[in-house]
């Protein structure tokens, strides 16, 4: 990626106010953070990587619920609640699966898809990042 493309992401982010933009060019991904007003962005370059053509589906052809934005995964919604799903519960369309927290603000998020939840691959309170698999659902 040459410089003159890094300054119009440069520039892009500052026009739209944003602290974060991360772009994937050719197997290559970019990330650029600001940290503060007065802070510029960090540049860091990730290694190449291969992106699969499809979502992620395996031999049993588990579907992916994946995070909608970036943001703090909650699985119930307040402390000492009973989570939304646990592994071997049955979830519909439209069932509420977590919360993610972003800005101040919690976000229900909504399953997709119906089947039965095989895997949960984020702990409670852990950060997501924006298409991060949060659960494995088999459909029934």
Same mark, same amino acid.
């Given at each position: 990626?040459? *410089?003159?493309?890094?300054?119009?992401?440069?520039?892009?982010?500052?026009?739209?106010?944003?602290?974060?933009? $991360?772009?994937?060019? /050719?197997?290559?991904?970019?990330?650029?953070?600001?940290?503060?007003?007065?802070?510029?962005?960090?540049?860091?370059?990730?290694?190449?990587?291969?992106? +699969?053509?499809?979502?992620?589906?395996?031999?049993?052809?588990?579907?992916?619920?994946?995070?909608?934005?970036?943001?703090?995964?909650?699985?119930?919604? %307040?402390?000492?609640?009973? +989570?939304?799903? $646990?592994?071997?519960?049955? #979830?519909?369309?439209?069932? #509420?699966?977590?919360?993610?927290?972003?800005?101040?603000?919690?976000?229900?998020?909504? %399953? $997709?898809?119906?089947?039965?939840?095989?895997?949960?691959? #984020?702990?409670?309170?852990?950060?997501?990042?924006?298409?991060?698999? *949060?659960?494995?659902? /088999?459909?029934?």
């Amino acid at each position: 990626m040459d *410089l003159e493309k890094l300054k119009e992401f440069i520039t892009f982010m500052n026009e739209n106010n944003l602290c974060e933009l $991360e772009v994937e060019e /050719e197997g290559k991904r970019i990330r650029l953070k600001k940290f503060s007003v007065d802070q510029p962005p960090i540049i860091s370059q990730l290694k190449p990587t291969t992106v +699969p053509e499809k979502p992620q589906e395996t031999t049993t052809n588990l579907i992916e619920i994946k995070s909608p934005m970036v943001g703090t995964f909650y699985r119930a919604p %307040s402390p000492g609640a009973k +989570p939304y799903k $646990e592994i071997g519960d049955i #979830v519909k369309s439209g069932d #509420v699966v977590c919360i993610i927290e972003a800005m101040k603000l919690m976000n229900e998020i909504k %399953s $997709e898809v119906n089947g039965k939840v095989v895997q949960i691959l #984020v702990e409670n309170g852990q950060p997501v990042e924006f298409g991060q698999t *949060l659960f494995l659902v /088999e459909p029934v």
